[in-house]
């Protein structure tokens, strides 16, 4: 049983990246540069993107955090966001989800320009993810594919199973997998709250992803000898006995399911260290195609 | 075992949206107007192109055809697009695949205005059915959602098992399959040239969708009594017998799985009449939301 060391993946993802930024700025370019709205002050996206303006200093990408209160009206972000959009000197915009009820996360999303649509959650770059073209991969399936790429572990003509049909996991990477790609190929099988006979359908999987967001929902008896396990969940349960009053759990229950696997990821230390490497990567991406 | 009617589907939908656009014209508001561009002179083309513009004169529709010869640019095409994007008075336009090999699909496909793209093709209308949000879904598997409709066939908590991953057919039949609709929330496998065991996958399948294109290849020992079987395919087959030199075939040895099914779709009659009723609902769509 191999560990899927997603921490190690995205340093060296991020170490990759710093380095392109120095060639940029050596090359006298600008480099990446990433606005990042944050609307209230919800204690989970102040972390998220506490941690991904971080990340921009730590490569030597530029960034911008703008902030509103939770009071803001939907016409005051909106009118950020095409500001953002027609500033030449940015590259990528992302907003922290969720937002206030009082704004339509889909006017949001749609109101982004494609092109700086680092989040990968515009129509048009799901639509050109499916149909092959250039597009940037919402970051949580991309972590998940440079994780499969860097343990250059084999997809093509393996079942995987995803359990979950979110717009940003279950539902992108049940297409990713199963894509014409190096990383794809898989038959793939896409199971969600009406699935019957889950387990069945588990033990068939060489590749299970667990993106349902229910804590150690993926058992033992549910996952065959020698299976791959992507465990996407992050779900705080409370746990006196820790620090923080909480412990991180993932949909799968690790200590009985590792032994039986040939690699899985850890949470935390997984898939969701690698999500912000893969932001990082499409603000790199971003910013080429633009300059 | 019962017969999907396409030719009877399809002649309820279409009577359907002629009374829609009798009511229109009566309220002094303009028909739906399709226009459709023909490249070249391939038969099958041709036939497609003239059956669209037949259909449209049937229910009271406007229609403009624009026909280019084999060596128009790319840039000549585009612009023509453009032109119909800005026309007020058109509502859909389609331009008819296979294109010659100096222009690129992509690009005429991404020129074409989403608000536009009856054919559902465009990027930005793929996404947006994916997010759930409104959108023309491409008339192959919308035609298949209007039978399954028509005959009131559960879907919900069926393992559907889709044979093909193109873009046009097996993707999004897959994707719709495992939304969360009326016609949806199946436990969706999606197949392909890859996949291993794949009579083990469809014997287990409640559900089948046959969008390989390969004449006869699903037979009675893949498919498990009491299927739903959607026969996608239609190949032209020699057979000296016919008055035309050939026999359309669907991915379906019908002969032999049809005893086993409690519902298929026959070759022809099936799918493919359901094609154009779909593209005539997507056109009146754009209409009734550009007036």
Do not use: W
């Amino acid at each position: 049983m191999q560990i899927l060391d997603g921490k190690l993946v995205a340093q060296t993802v991020k170490e990759d990246l710093k380095q392109k930024t120095d060639i940029l700025k050596r090359e006298g370019k600008k480099p990446p540069h990433l606005a990042a709205i944050l609307v209230g002050h919800n204690g989970a996206s102040e972390t998220y993107v506490a941690s991904k303006v971080r990340t921009c200093e730590e490569l030597g990408y530029q960034s911008t955090l703008i902030r509103f209160e939770t009071e803001v009206t939907e016409d005051e972000l909106l009118q950020k966001i095409r500001e953002l959009n027609q500033d030449d000197g940015v590259d990528g915009i992302l907003v922290q989800l969720p937002l206030p009820a009082q704004i339509s996360e889909e006017k949001v999303i749609n109101t982004i320009s494609a092109q700086k649509d680092v989040d990968g959650f515009h129509p048009a770059n799901i639509g050109k993810m499916i149909q092959g073209q250039p597009a940037y991969i919402p970051a949580t399936p991309y972590g998940i594919l440079l994780l499969l790429e860097y343990y250059k572990i084999e997809t093509k003509g393996k079942h995987a199973v995803v359990i979950g049909r979110s717009n940003i996991v279950g539902r992108p990477i049940s297409i990713l997998l199963s894509q014409n790609t190096p990383t794809g190929n898989c038959t793939v099988t896409i199971c969600h709250s009406h699935t019957r006979n889950l387990k069945d359908i588990c033990l068939q999987a060489d590749i299970i992803v667990a993106a349902l967001g229910k804590p150690e929902f993926l058992t033992a008896d549910m996952v065959k000898d020698g299976a791959v396990v992507i465990d996407v969940g992050i779900t705080r349960v409370p746990d006196a006995g820790k620090k923080k009053g909480y412990a991180l759990k993932g949909d799968v229950h690790f200590e009985t399911v590792a032994p039986k696997c040939n690699y899985i990821t850890p949470v935390p230390g997984g898939v969701g260290a690698m999500t912000i490497a893969a932001l990082m990567k499409n603000t790199y991406l971003a910013a080429i195609q633009r300059n």
